[in-house]
């Protein structure tokens, strides 16, 4: 029996479950989704370097993330309420959210850890939540770019190469997550710099 979601990387059509929530009917495969989103993401950045507000904003986060994904997903910039192998329980995000924005707040306000070591505890912490259905990788390295800027520091490197495909940058940079869950942020901080 043949898969008919199997083929090249790029031609493999998308599943029906992975087509709940398109906006653009003509996205049929996978690599016709990752163009629409990247073009969404690069407008949605735009949009984030015009502005200039407090990254500790559940309102600015859910904006951002609708902003970068808003053109491809109905559900963009809405609180993830299903589970998933990763994050919080969805009844528990937004209290874990709010919590961990006050505590990066705090950690702003005193100085508790160097710029890059914000930004990257910012990240982490994020992905820990996993607060939307999808996108949760790529909004949170942009929110912890722009925590940098606001920083006065130049924004991660993120390895230099694309971590949305499988390959050895994006195993280093999930084993430094990994190392992170474990409160060790030594990886973590020298990936994001490489």
């Given at each position: 029996m043949t898969d008919i979601f199997a083929g090249p990387e790029g031609s493999t059509p998308l599943h029906p479950r992975d087509q709940r929530g398109l906006r653009q009917s003509w996205i049929t495969t996978r690599q016709e989704l990752n163009a629409a989103e990247?073009?969404?993401?690069?407008?949605?950045?735009a949009w984030a370097l015009r502005s200039r507000v407090a990254l500790t904003s559940e309102d600015y986060l859910r904006r951002l993330h609708r902003r970068m994904f808003d053109d491809v997903w109905s559900w963009a910039g809405q609180l993830r309420q299903?589970?998933?192998?990763?994050?919080?329980?969805?009844?528990?995000?937004?209290?874990?959210?709010?919590?961990?924005?006050?505590?990066?707040?705090?950690?702003r306000a005193n100085q508790t850890w160097p710029p890059d070591e914000l930004a990257a505890r910012f990240h982490h912490g994020l992905v820990l939540i996993h607060p939307f259905t999808?996108?949760?990788?790529?909004?949170?390295?942009?929110?912890?770019?722009?925590?940098?800027r606001q920083l006065g520091v130049a924004p991660f490197t993120w390895?230099?190469?694309?971590?949305?495909?499988?390959?050895?940058?994006?195993?280093?940079?999930?084993?430094?997550?990994?190392?992170?869950?474990?409160?060790?942020?030594?990886?973590?901080?020298?990936?994001?710099?490489?």
């Open positions: 990247q073009a969404n993401i690069l407008a949605g950045r299903v589970e998933t192998n990763i994050g919080a329980l969805p009844h528990e995000i937004p209290i874990r959210l709010r919590q961990f924005l006050d505590d990066v707040g705090y950690w999808n996108g949760n990788g790529r909004h949170t390295r942009l929110a912890a770019d722009l925590m940098c390895g230099r190469h694309s971590l949305d495909s499988a390959g050895a940058t994006r195993q280093a940079y999930l084993a430094a997550l990994h190392a992170a869950d474990n409160h060790d942020f030594a990886p973590l901080l020298a990936f994001v710099r490489s």
